[in-house]
């Protein structure tokens, strides 16, 4: 399911009417979108859920014109990301305590 609340667009996929994975992602500029707060259950880690969401919110920012995806990503997080094509981008920081880095991916443009 995707729903846009105030300007953010949101992923949520359900199990048994459960949420078990969800996403989000705000439209930086005319080109660019930043997913983030991906998230799966405990339980349904491994079914590749996260990376369905992170598909499915790129294929909307597609149909909004975004040709750039940027991840603030937890580090632990960087080798989930770079499965999906998301490609490190400068040094690790540290975001409300928790080592980051930014992560970019190119998006090909939807064609009509």
């Known amino acids: 399911m995707i729903k846009t609340i105030d300007g953010t667009i949101y992923a949520v996929i359900y199990h048994n009417d459960e949420p078990v994975a969800t996403g989000r992602f705000k439209q930086l500029d005319a080109t660019a979108m930043r997913p983030g707060r991906i998230a799966t259950l405990a339980s349904q880690r491994g079914n590749g859920l996260g990376a369905k969401i992170i598909i499915a919110l790129e294929q909307v920012g ?22 999906l094509g998301y490609q490190p981008s400068g040094e690790p920081f540290s975001e409300d305590g928790v080592p980051c880095i930014l992560l970019t991916k190119q998006l090909t443009p939807v064609i009509d």
Request: net charge positive; glycine share 10%; hydrophobic share 25%.
């Open 62 to 83: 597609r149909q909004h014109g975004c040709t750039q995806s940027v991840i603030h990503s937890e580090l632990t997080a960087q080798g989930f990301y770079a499965k």
